[in-house]
């Protein structure tokens, strides 16, 4: 089959991008919202995007009747967000954060979930998270209906025991998110397998590197 998205309808490539590339991992983003309280929203339209600097990227799509969502309307008030990442623990939460309520309700206390202040924001972060990432926004892009977000990662949260006693690499037989396939399907990362380059293609590629080093 082929798909020209020249004329393809929106409703149908986005069924058809939602489907096929999965699975994506789910932002479960706060903001403050005009009033002093908590936003919470879940967004599988997120991934990180760079390591220096760091920024995390949110695809936040407008409501049906092409009114901005809470999300986009406060973190453009005030340039400040929380991604707080889901594990299986917090996957009933999240759908509650998922739906569309009036502007006033806090998601947070609705899902009954513990809102903690962050240090370099003033948003709440998740304290039942396991990674928790404070960004101030650093470019919003505007599509019809549609905001690109680019947000710079000022402070990471991490429960002590989702990293080795290092501090320097995860334990996925701890830290398990769960990341959207399509419509309302979902998958967790309890089955994860390693694959690793040969020693030929490893030292194949040192020498390559090597190369590209300046001659003393």
Do not use: W
Not at 87 to 99: K, P, T
């Amino acid at each position: 089959m082929e798909f020209d998205f020249a004329t393809l309808p929106a409703s149908d490539r986005y069924r058809l991008l939602t489907s096929f590339v999965v699975p994506r991992p789910i932002a479960l983003v706060t903001t403050r919202a005009a009033a002093g309280h908590n936003n919470a929203a879940p967004m599988s339209f997120f991934n990180v995007f760079a390591q220096e600097p760091p920024i995390l990227i949110l695809g936040i799509q407008g409501r049906s009747n092409g009114v901005e969502k809470d999300t986009t309307i406060n973190l453009r008030r005030t340039g400040e967000f929380v991604v707080n990442m889901v594990d299986q623990s917090l996957a009933d939460q999240m759908i509650v954060c998922g739906a569309g309520l009036a502007p006033e309700v806090d998601e947070l206390k609705l899902a009954g979930l513990t809102a903690l202040p962050a240090l370099k924001v003033d948003v709440s972060r998740v304290a039942e998270s396991p990674c928790a990432m404070e960004c101030r926004v650093e470019q919003i892009i505007d599509y019809p209906g549609r905001a690109i977000v680019l947000g710079q990662v000022v402070q990471m949260h991490v429960r002590d025991d989702c990293l080795d006693a290092a501090g320097r690499y995860v334990r996925p037989e701890v830290y398990q998110p769960i990341a959207r396939l399509h419509a309302d399907n979902y998958i967790g990362s309890d089955r994860q397998f390693q694959l690793k380059k040969s020693a030929e293609l490893a030292d194949a590629e040192a020498d390559f590197l090597a190369s590209l080093l300046p001659k003393a």
